[in-house]
Structure formats: structure tokens, C-alpha cells
């Protein structure tokens, strides 16, 4: 699927590389001005097979601690999957992230000096794109925790240098935003889990880089590739005692139960085929 992904992204290229300007028809192209437009494209995450679940078991704040069994065995040490558990145990296989498709609306400003045009446009839209992970316990149980990106933006300056045939590859970054969904699935019957934080504003920052071509005086084409880091990590889900017995291993910790968190960072990447109207 990745790719298939990057497709779209060729096919724009030698488009906008082979087009001329029409603007060049009435004497320079000049990328002075705003615009507004759509892009559409795929969204990727790159593989996680070594990410964890972490636990907090003192209640000190820090998700740093070993979940252990009455006789001290780790209670996780079936291991992990970068993906949703089919059963409960590694042998039932485990589905994987999903990648999806993704579109953006955006509005800018570009302002040309010579060759250079330098710019800021900011976004938003929808990457249809879900991570998950999956720890087993030697019970045996799975423990999922699924995020999804509900929507997405950003506000990005952009750099780049026009040729006298109206091409402009350019550089970008800037500021990235992302309200993220969580949830939790587990098959542990036993503990009660109570989850919090399920939607999360997710700040972070973005980068890439592209190509756009005018194909008149009013209209651009291109693609774009972007690199995404959301911060994440306030989602939790608090385990309690539910009706486990008093030998479990999430009720004979120091703090007599347990916090789960899956780490902090949230990395995406794209490839979108872009169109803007220029005023």
C-alpha cells in the first residue's frame, strides 16, 4: 500500500514538470497573492512491532514499572504486538495499524522576491488512520489500546524557488495540531479499568517538502510530502480490583493497582496531491 501511495505523487510530478505555464503567455509568473485550495492523498505510520504498553504501579506519575506476578515473574512476558490482539495470546495473530487515505482544505499567501517565494498556508482535514498496540499477560489476557486522529491541521511557512516556467519546488514547516480518540479493549474479565482522557488535543510539528507548477494565472497544481510528530500521552486507564482475587498482579502492587499509558509520541507521514486557486 505504501507504495501504491506515492503514485499520485509521481504522476503530479511529471504533470507539473511537463506543463507549461500559461502565465508565461502574458510575461512572468508571479506567485504573489493568496490562494485557497484542497489536497488529497494517502497517510502512513511507519511500523511500531517494539512499542509497549508502560504502567505505573506506585501511583508516582512515571509509567516505569513492572507489573509481577506473586511469585515476582513479569506478568507481561508473553510480549507485545504493534497492532490490535486477535485472542489472547501471541499465537492468535494480531491485526495491524491502519493507513488510510487523507484530505486537506487549506488557504495561504505567497510573496515572491525575484525567484524566491516565501509563504505561509495553514490546513485542515481528516487522515482516516488508526495505531494501535497490544500487550499479553500470562493469565492470559490481551490489553489494547487503539488512537485515532479525529482531524487534523497545521500552519506551515513555506520556501521555494520559482523557475521561469512557473515550477516551484519548495521546503515547509511549522505547527502541527490533531484531535486524537482513544480507546481500550481488553479480555481480562477479572479487573475493573476505567479510562480517561479518551479525546486529546495533540500539539506538535510538521515538515517536508514538495514541487507546485502554474497552469494559468489563477490556477497550481503539485504534491507534497509531510512528517508529522503529534505529542500525546495524557490518555490512561486506571485498573482496579473489579473482582480479581487478591494474589492478582495488578492488586499486589505497591500502590494496590495499576495505570496504563502507551508512550508520548504519535508519527504519521504523507503524500498529497495538491490544487489552489490563486487570487
Known sequence: MKTIAFAPLGATLALAL??????????????????????????????DNNEHLRFDTDADGAYDDVVTTASGANAFSPGT??????????????????????????VGYDRQFGSIVAGVVAEAGQAYIDDK??????TPAFYTM?????????????????????IMPYITGGLAYA????????????????????KEDAWGWTMGGGVEA???????????????????????????????PATNPFRIT?????????????DTQSVMVTTSYRF
Not at 506567485?31 to 494517502?42: A, N
Not at 494559468?216 to 505529542?231: E, M, Q
Open 18 to 47: 511537463a506543463t507549461p505555464a500559461v502565465a508565461q503567455d502574458s510575461g512572468a509568473v508571479d506567485w504573489t497573492g493568496p490562494y485557497v485550495g484542497g489536497s488529497f492523498g494517502y497517510t502512513f505510520q511507519k511500523s
Open 81 to 106: 504486538c504493534g497492532g490490535a490482539a486477535r485472542g489472547s495470546t501471541p499465537a492468535s495473530g494480531c491485526d495491524g495499524d491502519k493507513d488510510a487515505i487523507s484530505w486537506m482544505g487549506h
Open 133 to 138: 498496540v497490544t500487550e499479553y499477560s500470562t
Open 146 to 166: 487503539r488512537r485515532k486522529i479525529d482531524w487534523n491541521a497545521n500552519l506551515r511557512a513555506r520556501l521555494g524557488y520559482t523557475t521561469p516556467g512557473g
Open 179 to 198: 484531535k486524537v480518540k482513544n480507546n481500550f479493549t481488553t479480555s481480562n474479565a477479572a479487573n475493573s479499568f476505567t479510562q480517561f482522557d479518551n
Open 214 to 244: 502554474k497552469v494559468s494565472n489563477n490556477f497550481s497544481i503539485g504534491a507534497r510530502y509531510l512528517w508529522t510528530r503529534y505529542n500525546v500521552g495524557d490518555y490512561r486507564v486506571d485498573v482496579g480490583a473489579g473482582t480479581a
Open 254 to 266: 505497591p500502590s494496590g493497582g495499576a495505570s496504563i499509558n502507551r508512550g508520548d509520541k504519535f
